[in-house]
């Protein structure tokens, strides 16, 4: 989550980042020789309607983390890739309390002046 201050207006914004697991499914080259991977994601959501990413960082089967965000037609895409980072090392205790969640929304935002969340792009990573 990120929260930004308008120093004049003094509006409020927070951001709420959603992070997203998928596999590479695809590694292609498109008609100019760029490099492309197709991603599945592993969960419901996000519904993508572009799972592409130009890239020459992974092979196919690889895992990746990945943030979605939507054009000026609405249509989601994949707006960053990354690989996984192992977690801390934990004890086998405290992994059995622990169950993996993987967020199922798109990043919203609500200011201080509205009460129903906008959808924006969002750009930064954690």
């Given at each position: 989550m990120e929260i930004y201050i308008d120093d004049y207006t003094l509006d409020v914004t927070v951001v709420e980042i959603n992070y997203y697991l998928g596999e590479v499914s695809n590694?292609?080259?498109?008609?100019?020789?760029?490099?492309?991977?197709?991603?599945?994601?592993?969960?419901?959501?996000?519904s993508l309607d572009d799972n592409t990413f130009y890239?020459?960082?992974?092979?196919?089967?690889d895992y990746v983390v990945f943030t979605v965000d939507f054009n000026e037609d609405e249509d989601f895409?994949?707006?960053?890739?990354?690989?996984p980072r192992p977690s801390?090392?934990?004890s086998p205790a405290s992994r059995m309390r622990t169950t993996a969640r993987i967020?199922?929304?798109?990043?919203?935002?609500?200011?201080?002046?509205?009460?129903?969340?906008?959808?924006?792009?969002?750009?930064?990573?954690?």
């Amino acid at each position: 989550m990120e929260i930004y201050i308008d120093d004049y207006t003094l509006d409020v914004t927070v951001v709420e980042i959603n992070y997203y697991l998928g596999e590479v499914s695809n590694v292609k080259t498109d008609d100019d020789d760029a490099d492309y991977i197709t991603v599945r994601a592993l969960s419901e959501e996000p519904s993508l309607d572009d799972n592409t990413f130009y890239t020459t960082d992974f092979a196919e089967d690889d895992y990746v983390v990945f943030t979605v965000d939507f054009n000026e037609d609405e249509d989601f895409y994949i707006c960053e890739l990354m690989a996984p980072r192992p977690s801390p090392a934990r004890s086998p205790a405290s992994r059995m309390r622990t169950t993996a969640r993987i967020p199922m929304c798109v990043s919203a935002v609500m200011t201080a002046s509205t009460t129903t969340p906008l959808w924006i792009p969002t750009w930064s990573m954690m």
